[in-house]
């Protein structure tokens, strides 16, 4: 999957002209932290020289419309038809349709790869606010169309994109009673689709190593064999056992560098976490109390890990470190408090809290402080971060009715609160696990 | 297989026949005989056991973040009413612009609760700009940078002997001494003190610091005489200083 | 709070004790032409599964008294393999109930040792809340989907 091109600025005009654009920054900029702000208007013209450029546009318009941060301004409304990728638009025109930002560009052929230049142009001081150069094979269209997405999110944002990322969620079909379970993986925006196991046993709660190249999941052995835990390369599809004990394994987390995975083990009814080395396969015990201990998941700088038990009565958050010892609770709001998840930035810990009203999903300070609810319902459950830390995806399921299962779907929600909204799967889905950004 | 050394058997293996016959033992035997099998009964005591450890521990883990919970507000408590202490000993009241709270206090602190409000400026000459040489040296004092502060108190009782704050400048100088452990810069500090800014709301404690001081020096019975001086010179002492000073004589064993 | 919580889980169990002898006695009358020692025959004639209240492994009285005709069943006809399944309602997170199912399981496997039956013969598996039945989202189902089933083979 390496990605051979080269990306390269636009010269220095693009730094000068973002340092010139100060006046327009009010503008063109967005501070996600504020209370309330108004979603940019942007322009994105579909990209000139090859008709995959109007695919790239609309996966850029995709993208942005669905973050909640920008307003796409519909190409019906455009005065200026003709836009040349390379010298200054209209200004006067992208103003009048009220838009901050415009996005050009242009499609070449370079040999058998495209090249694809864009820029973003600041409409309010008409300066260009950024651009970037590729090279690539035909065939990763839709990739650059991501980084390029990520390009704008960060220069409007001042925060790192997510777009080009994937969502690996275990796909739901048929009867509620014979469920079956896969795991699929999906680019973010839920293109390029595909299935990772064969559905003959029910395969659940996978995770993505840091490099993308494998995941690690719990599935069933065939004859009603116990769960256990996988080792799967995502392109050759090799899969591997990872340990097998007497016990249930479950629950399974890459360290951030994806030399570890730490999971669950269950047997005569206590469930502990258990480190394994990936290479060595050694195991090592982290938690040992009579209590469920699980669904673990790693500070982002690997120092320590959060997780979920019941030794107290009634499931909890708990911290301890990374090698196992020091463990002290940080949850003590009213209900349950399960699947901790540590944000990529370290600031947070997002979890799905159990409570008499229904199921909520929320983040915490990691000392446990600054609870926040940010999506509420029937079943919402397993959070999951997208890179930058700053979005939240996890599953809402509805209640079941007349014997049929109620539709599971995937949503992403910021972490403010504000836009919620179902990302679309082929199929019912839940359990997301968002990738961090495909190394390029 | 090393991690599972330590798998809880089924309960008849785990138990030894010795234990089985102490928990029988320990158990009413009318309660015993109602049950069908001894298996199931142990079975059932251990997980009522079991059920009544997960809720203690739960209970614990509640009162430890209660107790720490409770603990923080206290320290914070404390430094606010430190920081307001202080402010009505600089002047009964607040003073221009010294209003903004020490850090780590309760944020709303507008200046002191009551009793007049003198203006430091009128009070001597150095005015503000005096003030605010006493404030940076009592800042870098709750910082620990002790030179500095011994310079700034130095510095502000030199220019300004007749400010009401120069008393408690002449006592916190003393302190930027004894935290360095320099007992003999220190005594000299707090005499100085004593025998220029008695009346100074610091008086008491220059006293009683002046005291342990030469306690520190091996000097006892000095240290004695000034604690004997105590009542005497500070009748309307804090209830508080006086049971220090009670405490500090028979420590030194003061006749 | 927690007297009224105990005392509905208690009406809840004369209520499913009741309902499940009710059942026994029907299928019992209904169904001779089950043969004897057969899988049929254990599942209406014993009972195959047992249930438990929210976030409990505790083996209830009406349980008990379907696993203690479950070991004589099994003490009687020797020749099954026995996997006790583990299962949850809903109202979980689908990994603290895979390790809920396992616990209930393992609660059922216990007390059926206790009851003579050799622990090589016995199983656990955990479905978690993955495998209701019945399928529903109300409390009737959700009671019936906290399980510990005994399957034979």
New interface residues.
């Given amino acids: 999957m390496m990605l051979p091109r080269r990306t390269t600025m636009l010269g220095g005009v693009a730094l000068a002209a973002i340092g010139a654009a100060s006046t327009a920054r009010a503008q063109l900029t967005i501070d996600m932290t504020r209370p309330s702000f108004e979603p940019v208007p942007i322009a994105i013209v579909d990209f000139k020289g090859d008709a995959v450029g109007a695919q790239m546009a609309g996966v850029i318009r995709n993208n942005l419309q669905n973050c909640g941060l920008f307003r796409v301004i519909p190409s019906s409304a455009y005065i200026q038809k003709d836009v040349d990728a390379t010298s200054p638009p209209r200004f006067q025109d992208w103003r009048s349709v009220g838009a901050a930002g415009l996005v050009v560009g242009q499609v070449t052929s370079v040999g058998g790869n495209i090249k694809v230049d864009f820029r973003l142009w600041d409409v309010v001081t008409s300066q260009q606010a950024t651009g970037l150069s590729f090279t690539s094979q035909p065939n990763n269209w839709r990739r650059l169309a991501h980084i390029i997405s990520d390009a704008i999110y960060k220069r409007v944002t001042g925060e790192e994109g997510y777009f080009d990322t994937r969502v690996a969620y275990v796909s739901e079909t048929g009867p509620a009673n014979a469920r079956v379970k896969r795991i699929a993986i999906m680019d973010q925006d839920g293109a390029n689709n595909r299935y990772i196991t064969d559905g003959k046993t029910i395969a659940l709660t996978p995770r993505f190593s840091p490099t993308l190249q494998e995941i690690v999941y719990m599935a069933y052995g065939e004859n009603n064999g116990p769960p256990r835990v996988y080792l799967q390369n995502v392109d050759s599809g090799r899969r591997e056992l990872l340990g097998n004990f007497p016990g249930m394994s479950f629950a399974p987390r890459f360290s951030p560098d994806g030399s570890k995975v730490v999971m669950s083990i269950a047997e005569n009814g206590r469930t502990n976490i258990y480190e394994m080395d990936v290479r060595g396969r050694q195991l090592r015990r982290l938690t040992n109390s009579p209590a469920i201990d699980t669904s673990p998941c790693f500070s982002n700088d690997g120092s320590q890990i959060v997780f979920n038990s019941d030794r107290g009565g009634a499931q909890q958050l708990y911290i301890m470190s990374a090698g196992g010892g020091g463990e002290r609770r940080i949850s003590f709001g009213e209900g349950r408090y399960a699947t901790p998840v540590w944000s990529p930035r370290g600031d947070f810990i997002a979890f799905t809290k159990i409570s008499a009203g229904g199921f909520g999903i929320g983040v915490m300070r990691a000392d446990g402080s600054g609870e926040r609810m940010l999506a509420n319902g029937f079943l919402v459950e397993g959070p999951t971060w997208a890179p930058n830390g700053r979005v939240l995806m996890f599953f809402r399921q509805q209640p079941s009715s007349g014997g049929r299962a109620g539709s599971a779907t995937l949503h992403q929600v910021d972490i403010t609160g504000r836009f919620e909204r179902q990302v679309p799967t082929p199929t019912d889905a839940s359990d997301p696990a968002w990738s961090p950004l495909i190394p390029q | ?4 050394d ?7 293996k785990i138990l030894s026949p010795r234990f089985a016959l102490l928990v029988a033992l320990a158990l009413p035997t009318a309660a015993a005989a109602q049950r069908g ?1 001894d ?2 009964y142990i ?1 059932d005591r251990l ?1 009522q056991l ?2 009544m ?3 203690m ?3 614990i ?2 009162l430890q ?1 209660r107790n720490a919970s409770l603990q923080q507000q206290m320290e914070k408590m404390q430094a606010d009413y430190e920081y307001r202490i202080d402010q009505l000993e600089k002047g009964g009241g607040g003073k221009p612009g010294g209003a903004a709270p020490r850090p780590g206090g309760l944020a709303a602190a507008p200046a002191a609760p009551s009793g007049p409000a003198p203006t430091p400026a009128g009070a001597a000459p150095g005015g503000a700009a005096g003030e605010q040489l006493y404030d940076e040296a009592f800042k870098k004092l709750q910082e620990g940078d002790y030179v500095a502060a011994e310079r700034g108190f130095k510095t502000f009782v030199q220019r300004n002997p007749q400010n009401k704050l120069a008393g408690n400048a002449q006592y916190w100088l003393g302190e930027t001494y004894y935290a360095r452990r320099d007992y003999n810069n220190a005594l000299t500090a707090f005499a100085e003190g004593y025998k220029v800014y008695k009346t100074s709301p610091k008086g008491p404690d220059n006293l009683l610091k002046l005291g342990i001081t030469m306690s520190n020096l091996g000097r006892k019975s000095d240290a004695c005489a000034v604690f004997a001086r105590f009542n005497q010179d500070y009748p309307r002492a804090t209830d508080l200083q006086k049971r220090r000073i009670e405490q500090e004589r028979q420590k030194n064993s003061c006749g | 709070m927690s007297m009224i919580k105990a005392l509905s889980a208690l009406a809840a169990m004369f209520l499913i004790a009741a309902c499940s002898n009710n059942d026994t006695q029907t299928a019992s009358a209904a169904t001779t032409s089950v043969t004897p020692g057969s899988v049929g025959d254990f599942r209406q004639n014993v009972g195959d599964r047992v249930f438990f209240d929210t976030d409990s492994s505790t083996v209830r009285e009406d349980g008990r008294q379907t696993l203690n005709r479950q070991a004589e069943w099994l003490k009687k006809y020797t020749n099954y393999q026995i996997t006790i399944e583990g299962h949850c309602d809903e109202r979980g997170t689908r990994e603290y109930n895979l390790a809920l199912g396992e616990r209930r399981a393992n609660a059922a496997r216990q007390y059926l040792i206790a009851q003579g039956i050799p622990a090589a013969r016995l199983k656990t598996v955990s479905y978690g809340k993955e495998r209701p039945d019945p399928v529903g989202s109300d409390e009737a189902a959700w009671s019936r989907n906290r399980r510990a089933v005994t399957a034979l083979e």
Avoid: K, R, Y
């Fill in positions: 297989m090393a991690a599972f330590v798998n809880i058997a089924p309960p008849m099998g298996a199931v079975e997980n079991q059920q450890l997960t809720m521990t739960g209970q883990e509640q973040h």
